[in-house]
């Protein structure tokens, strides 16, 4: 049995909507856009204010943090993402060696059968 590299053939297996999503998800999940977003939600903290409070709070709540959390959230999901790709990478590869491995214990096997059995 062969062991697959499941992160290479997830990747090979995308079709073009899902790689238009991650790029999109990509390009959104960057700090960089957080930091547009916050630019963009900050042009319009002045009319809040001068709506008063509850205008203030209605700007915090579905403007800014809405807008600026999604792309921060991402970016920790990208963080995460990551180490957990690099640790199953680092397991297929583990796995892999240790498949040379039995495959050569199992040769020294039966050549140790055949040295026993001849000697029968």
Known sequence: MAIRNINKEHKE???FQERIALFITRGVGTMWCAYIFTIIALISLPDAIESGRAAVISWM???FLQLVLLSVIMVGQN???KHAELRADAEYEVNLKNEKDI???KKDLD?????LKNKN
């Open 103 to 105: 495959e050569a214990i």
């Open 111 to 115: 050549e140790i059968k055949k040295i």
């Open 61 to 63: 709540a579905q403007t």
């Open 13 to 15: 297996n995308l079709g």
């Open 79 to 81: 963080v995460m993402s």
